[in-house]
T-cell receptor, first 112, second 111 residues
């Protein structure tokens, strides 16, 4: 059974600081997704990582994928208040049964 | 394009009642999913479908049923609603091996 674990689950940080969110998963997969969710809203796709070593960047966010270690990271550079949200990673078990399984999410609170 | 449309947005059910959550997408995606999100928690997969006429169970299927008679629609049926089904329900769709696009959610309370 595919399991997806994120850590930390909650992160409070000050503006201007850097931090990394980790996403570990339990089975072979070549596809990993990062989503953002604002309170009371739906999920918005941030990054799609399709292969080992993939790196994607958008503004202050950078995501990477290491399929051998079954690990993805979401790095935040010089955080700003607007990045406060919950971030989810999700793994596509397409090589087994086409499910997309989500982690519990990381609630990020950036203090001004 | 409307994307993924869910109705209703809010609903209060009494214990034992039944209802259908509607989901429609206009992107011609063959994959569709139903997730539930409990407060402060991640998303749990209820059911998914890889095409019309094909459905399969996710992580938490008990108490729910689905059907997929067309590519566009993927309704979720709750039979005999229970307080444990109080949650926000999200429908999503995708092409195979691409990211899923989500609807706005249905907030369901069972009392």
């Amino acid at each position: 059974e595919l399991k997806v674990e994120q850590n930390p689950l909650f992160l409070s940080m000050q503006e201007g600081k850097n931090y990394t969110i980790y996403c570990n998963y339990s089975t072979t997969s070549d596809r990993l997704y990062w989503y953002r969710q604002d309170p009371g809203k739906s999920l918005e796709s941030l990054f799609v990582l399709l292969s080992n070593g993939a790196v994607k960047q958008e503004g202050r966010l950078m995501a990477s994928l290491d399929t051998k270690a079954r690990l993805s990271t979401l790095h935040i550079t010089a955080a700003v208040h607007d990045l406060s949200a919950t971030y989810f990673c999700a793994v596509d078990a397409s090589n087994r049964d086409d499910k997309i399984i989500f982690g519990k999410g990381t609630r990020l609170h950036i203090l001004p | 394009n409307a994307g993924v449309t869910q109705t209703p947005k809010f609903r209060i059910l009494k214990i034992g009642q039944s209802m259908t959550l509607q989901c429609a997408q206009d992107m011609n995606h063959n994959y569709m999913y139903w997730y539930r999100q409990d407060p402060g928690m991640g998303l749990k997969l209820i059911y998914y479908s890889v095409g019309a006429g094909i459905t399969d169970k996710g992580e938490v299927p008990n108490g729910y049923n689905v059907s997929r008679s067309t590519t566009e629609d993927f309704p979720l049926r709750l039979e005999l609603a229970a307080p444990s089904q109080t949650s926000v329900y999200f429908c999503a769709s995708s092409y195979r091996l691409t990211e899923a696009f989500f609807g706005q959610g249905t907030r369901l309370t069972v009392v």
